[in-house]
């Protein structure tokens, strides 16, 4: 066997492998008389069909398995010639089929860990916001918690729409003679008064009647998200095809324990927990993406295309889809898997800079922590069935001891930054 390797890119190598003839003609061999033991030929006894009957009735099976016999037998020690230590399959690129007494050459595309030897990453200057909850999103969580308890009320034929009220909207859209399909909706359920639709939209809405239609004029934002319609003048035609009454409850005591808090207060600091929660999430969320970024950036490297591939995998995985059909639909989707590749690629240049950390710095988590937070994660399951716990526990420790190790690793560059709170509220 001879072989070769070319460098692809720094995270990319190609190795091109020879295979002599005498070894293409052992594999033929060994592959023949395999299928010659198990075969079963009518007029044979079992495992005693001459050779060349098996090589005649079993060539096209035999070819494929010499074929992935011959690679298998000699990629890994091409690999190992060189040193080189694949973090994925590699990607086998050979065309021609073995042949008999001749020589048999293939390639494959090796995937292998980036080189990363920076040292300065810690005492890293960062800005980053430091989020704090305005008094207005206070108010608008409570608000949306009254209308989650609202109840609705039938109107009396020939009401007119006022604000308040719960309007069944359906509407199309043209500029000039052209349809807009974008702005077709059908029955859509909105608030009067609450700003839930463009203004002349809405305007045009208060007054009408069950049934009732009307063409208006409607004035897009000049910030509206399609940049080619902002600040346009569209043709609407609306129906208004229900409305209702909306009963909204008041904000007091007796609303606090229909949702189990003692009082209203008691619900109030319940609401400002959370969104302080909330935003303290999203500061430090800003702080580390701020912060890697600016590693990154001082430090730029190319990422193996397995590994981009494994986390597009698993954001596709995150997606809210109805069925496991779907999911494998949504694997194959090549424009899909465009549209994430450059926030996977991000995420894997993150994970490697953390697992750097972690290795420069010496960063482990003990067996205890592990199983602690294990636990914590599967309480929540309900799970109690011995058997059924110990599996679930055995393929969350290896996850969640990597978090865990990836978690010390952003606290250690967090702890050694030098940051400046930029305020921001939510």
Do not use: C
């Not at 020939?158 to 009220?165: F, H, I, L, V």
């Not at 569209?234 to 808090?261: R, Y």
């Amino acid at each position: 066997m001879k072989s070769t390797v070319e460098q692809i890119n720094p995270v990319q190598y190609r190795v091109n492998v020879e295979i002599t003839p005498d070894e293409v003609n052992k594999a033929f061999e060994n592959v023949f008389r395999k299928i010659q033991k198990q075969a079963r030929i009518q007029g044979f006894r079992p495992g005693k069909a001459p050779l060349g009957v098996i090589r005649k009735l079993y060539s096209a099976h035999a070819l494929q398995e010499v074929h992935e016999s011959l690679i298998n037998t000699h990629l890994f020690p091409a690999l190992n010639e060189k040193t080189i230590r694949p973090i994925a399959s590699p990607v086998v690129e050979s065309k021609a089929a073995p042949s008999e007494n001749q020589p048999f050459n293939f390639s494959a595309v090796v995937d292998i860990l980036p080189e990363i030897t920076f040292e300065d990453y810690k005492g890293v200057a960062v800005s980053a916001e430091t989020y704090a909850v305005k008094p207005e999103t206070m108010d608008r969580e409570l608000e949306m918690l009254r209308r989650r308890q609202a109840r609705t009320r039938p109107t009396e034929p020939g009401t007119a729409a006022a604000k308040g009220m719960l309007a069944a909207v359906s509407h199309t859209a043209k500029e000039g003679e052209t349809e807009l399909s974008q702005f077709n909706v059908q029955d859509m359920t909105v608030v009067l008064g609450e700003g839930e639709l463009f203004p002349d939209l809405e305007n045009a809405l208060l007054g009408m009647q069950a049934g009732e239609t009307k063409d208006v004029t409607v004035k897009l934002p000049e910030d509206f998200g399609d940049k080619e319609l902002a600040g346009k003048e569209l043709s609407f035609h609306v129906t208004l095809s229900d409305v209702k009454h909306l009963d909204v409850p008041t904000l007091d005591d007796e609303f606090a324990k229909d949702l189990d808090f003692e009082n209203a207060e008691a619900l109030k600091g319940s609401v400002r927990e959370q969104l302080e929660a909330r935003a303290k999430d999203l500061s430090r969320q800003k702080l580390e993406t701020a912060l890697l970024d600016q590693i990154i950036e001082a430090h730029p490297f190319e990422v193996p295309p397995a590994m981009v591939d494994q986390v597009i995998d698993s954001m596709i995985h995150e997606l809210p889809v109805q069925s496991e059909d779907e999911r494998a639909e949504a694997m194959r989707d090549q424009e899909l898997r465009r549209n994430l590749l450059p926030t996977a690629k991000r995420r894997t240049q993150n994970t490697l800079v953390l697992w750097h950390v972690t290795q420069k710095e010496q960063l482990n988590v003990t067996d205890q922590e592990v199983q602690e937070r294990v636990e914590e994660a599967v309480a929540s399951t309900g799970i109690t069935e011995p058997k059924q716990l110990a599996r679930i526990k055995g393929n969350l420790e290896p996850r969640v001891r990597e978090n865990m190790i990836f978690e010390k690793a952003m606290d250690f560059l967090i702890d050694n930054a030098k940051v400046t709170e930029v305020p921001a509220e939510i």
